[in-house]
Nanobody, 115 residues
Framework: QVQPVESGGGLFQPGGSLVLSCAVS????????MAWYRQAPGNEREMVAR???????AYADFVKGRFSLSRDGAKKTIYLQLNSLKPEDTGVYYC?????????WGQGAQVTVSS
């Protein structure tokens, strides 16, 4: 399997917004539940949000109401809109399948929220 390619990270101010993208190659994209994961410094990797092939969504409690996940089957890409950023959103964001990590981990997208 080819690594996902995450993009869109950077340095953002508290209260700001951004969109992360994750491009996934492979013919099985449209049957996978895809998820965004986050690893903050010193912490375990945790799931942020996930989306089924039928576009059913689930979010971690710490991002509900602030983050929005979508997918584009034609582009084999998932997107994560992050709003109302908080310093604790800082971390490296990765995408992979859920619940089992079927893809190799990509480079991730570093998101730093700081004033």
């Amino acid at each position: 399997q080819v690594q996902p390619v995450e993009s869109g990270g950077g340095l953002f101010q508290p209260g700001g917004s951004l969109v992360l993208s994750c491009a996934v190659s492979g013919s099985r994209f449209n049957i996978w539940t895809m998820a965004w994961y986050r690893q903050a410094p010193g912490n375990e990797r945790e799931m942020v949000a996930r989306i089924t092939p039928e576009n059913n969504l689930a979010y971690a409690d710490f991002v509900k109401g602030r983050f929005s996940l979508s997918r584009d089957g034609a582009k084999k890409t998932i997107y994560l809109q992050l709003n109302s950023l908080k310093p604790e959103d800082t971390g490296v964001y990765y995408c992979n399948t859920w619940p089992y990590w079927e893809l190799p981990w990509g480079q991730g997208a570093q998101v730093t929220v700081s004033s």
